[in-house]
């Protein structure tokens, strides 16, 4: 301590040795006297803020990653299988989207069961492949590849005709192709709006062209794959199913409305043919891992669905579980105009969806837009 002052010797070492580490940020030589020193220097909070940000982020994403992992799994565990042992033995079956995904799944439990079974797909080397793989995996050799674009109503009309001139049977029919959307409007060759053409407005003709193979099958079923994105639609304009009205299209909406029209063009086809012998019924899958989405340009559908779904969702085998109960089991046989989840009807549908008025003005727009002709009219 220096006589006749408050300043010690060992306090100035220390300021000292501040100085030169801290440089001129600092003046303590010039702070009021009982201040504290809060402040070292501006870099230094920067990086301990950023240090922080840093350490929430991973935070978020590894707790973001664990939640997500954690409901996939149990998601996976809780879904519905078919339970059913029964054969498909001189059954013939036709089903759309057959070369990958849910659609490939339903293909190989249908041939692990003896059926005849006929994939409708577009691209011809891919599907001749997938066959080869599940003929030799199931030793069935009635795994057979037809042509089919569900976009284009000129390929509808060609495999139907090739099948009613080379088929004596149809036991069940799988509408399953389908695509994700696209980010911009796109129309097909015959002016329909592609994610309607394929998912539903294909659909809605091939039906109704090969209704007549199966009222003379009977018992027979007919499987239309939905997805419960309809709830996404609150409303459907009859008059604006091609999205011609100036603002109304977005990948999502083109989508979830194609699934609400698989609903209700499932319903009246249901009641339409109620006293055929033909089940009719819809059913959503569930969120399943597979290609679907990957050639989707929109955002929701070509990327967050596309990362997050293989963690999230089921894989392509329970997701094709539905539809193999209801192609195949006993208690299906029995029911008609129902929608499914995990092999068991669910109250999930929105009202939109189970308007019966709406399914009828659907129906009568879609006979129109396809050009549906009296001689291909089978009900």
Not at 24 to 52: A, C, D, F, K, Q
């Amino acid at each position: 301590m220096v006589p006749g002052s408050n300043f010690d010797s060992g306090s100035a070492l220390a300021r000292h040795r501040l100085d030169r580490t801290c440089g001129s940020n600092i003046n303590i030589h010039n702070r009021p006297h009982g201040t504290t020193l809060t402040h070292i220097s501006g870099s230094g909070v920067r990086y301990t803020m950023w240090e922080t940000v840093a350490g929430v982020s991973v935070f978020v994403v590894v707790a973001t990653s664990v939640i997500m992992v954690a409901f996939g799994i149990v998601y996976r565990r809780r879904c519905g299988r078919a339970a059913t042992t029964n054969d498909l033995k001189g059954q013939t079956v036709v089903i759309t989207g057959a070369s990958a995904g849910i659609g490939k799944e339903a293909v190989r439990d249908f041939a692990h069961r003896g059926a005849r079974v006929i994939m409708g797909c577009r691209n011809l080397q891919k599907a001749s492949k997938v066959a080869n793989e599940i003929e030799a995996s199931t030793g069935n050799k009635s795994v057979v590849v037809r042509e089919l674009d569900t976009s284009s109503l000129t390929s509808v009309r060609r495999f139907a005709s090739r099948i009613l001139a080379e088929e004596h049977r149809l036991d069940v029919l799988v509408l399953n192709a389908g695509i994700g959307g696209t980010a911009e409007r796109v129309l097909t060759l015959e002016n329909l709006e592609l994610t309607m053409a394929t998912n539903h407005f294909g659909h809605f003709l091939l039906a109704n062209l090969l209704l007549g193979l199966l009222k003379k099958s009977q018992p027979s079923r007919v499987i239309v794959v939905a997805s419960m994105i309809h709830s996404q639609l609150k409303t459907l304009d009859i008059e604006n199913l091609n999205f011609t009205k100036s603002g109304t299209f977005w990948s999502t909406r083109a989508y979830s409305q194609s699934k609400a029209c698989n609903i209700l063009f499932a319903r009246h086809l249901a009641m339409l043919v109620k006293d055929c012998g033909i089940a009719v019924n819809s059913m959503c899958p569930g969120m399943v891992a597979t290609e679907i989405f990957k050639k989707s340009s929109g955002f929701i559908e070509g990327y967050l669905y596309r990362f997050m779904v293989p963690i999230l969702g089921k894989t392509p085998e329970q997701g094709a579980q539905t539809i193999i109960h209801l192609a195949v089991s006993e208690e299906a046989a029995t029911i008609t105009n129902a929608f499914f989840e995990d092999c068991q009807v669910s109250d999930n549908a929105t009202n939109l969806v189970l308007d019966d008025g709406l399914a009828k003005k659907l129906w009568e727009a879609s006979e129109a837009y396809v050009h549906l002709q009296p001689e291909e009219v089978h009900y």
